[in-house]
């Protein structure tokens, strides 16, 4: 069974910087595709990182310069780093894996709300 599962969002003022951490079991980090997403009020889910098998990064224009998706291969565990955090960047931050077969595994989510 896949199972994911996010923490470290929180309140923020703008321009500080949170860590966001994903523990995942059931599949081995390294060998799938890994995001985060996120989805503000009102608004729909959009990718925001990711980090495929090679290593290789991707980012939604909106946050490039800013986040900086990582895993720790060892501990099993995707990051995302977010600096100079904006009010838009407030939304639920979700783990995605999409694994070998296509098939998708979501986190229950952890706020992110940033304030003026």
């Known amino acids: 069974q896949v199972q994911l599962v996010e923490s470290g969002g929180g309140l923020v003022q703008t321009g500080g910087s949170l860590r966001l951490s994903c523990a995942a079991s059931g599949r081995v980090i390294s060998l799938n595709t890994m995001d985060w997403y996120r989805q503000a009020p009102g608004k729909q889910r959009e990718l925001v990182a990711r980090?495929?098998?090679?290593?290789?990064?991707n980012y939604a224009d909106s946050v490039k310069g800013r986040f900086t998706i990582s895993r720790d291969n060892a501990a099993n565990m995707v990051y995302l780093q977010m600096n100079s955090l904006k009010l838009e960047d407030t939304g639920v931050y979700y783990c995605?894996?999409?694994?070998?077969?296509?098939?998708?595994?979501w986190g229950q989510g952890t706020q992110v709300t940033v304030s003026s």
């Open positions: 980090i495929r098998r090679s290593g290789t990064t």
């Open positions: 995605h894996l999409l694994d070998a077969w296509l098939l998708e595994y």
